[in-house]
């Protein structure tokens, strides 16, 4: 199963096994991840999944769709590497993947 690790702003880290084709979100909250608040339970409204993608995987994922580019205009001090967690679904290609959960949601 892929692997995807979640870095904390104090630079602590929980690397997770997460399903092919769950997302990044589903695989934080599976794992009481802490830092991924998921309000809209991943119907891309809410905004509070962002997350931070290690920039070396930036250009293996694919764009963000038009309403998750919107609602990254809405997080708290967003980054280039700014995505939402619950529009990134794991795949094979992904293990390995590493994320930085923000200090706070919006
Ligand atoms: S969980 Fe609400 S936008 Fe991702």
Redesign the pocket.
């Known amino acids: 199963m892929p692997r995807v690790t979640y870095r904390q702003p104090d630079g602590s880290e929980a690397t997770c096994e997460v399903a092919v084709g769950h997302s990044v979100?589903d695989g934080a909250l599976d794992n009481g991840v802490p830092g991924i608040?998921?309000?809209?339970?991943?119907?891309?409204?809410?905004?509070?999944?962002h997350c931070y993608v290690d920039p070396p995987w930036i250009a293996r994922l694919p764009p963000p769709g038009y309403d998750?580019a919107e609602?990254l205009g809405f997080v708290w001090q967003p980054r280039a590497e700014s995505r939402?967690?619950?529009?990134i679904r794991i795949s094979d290609e992904l293990d390995g993947l590493v994320v930085e959960v923000p200090e706070r949601q919006i």
């Not at 608040?37 to 905004?47: D, E, I, L, P, S």
């Not at 939402?84 to 529009?87: E, G, I, M, S, T």
């Open positions: 979100m608040v998921a309000q809209c339970g991943g119907a891309c409204n809410c905004a509070t999944c998750e609602l939402l967690a619950c529009q």
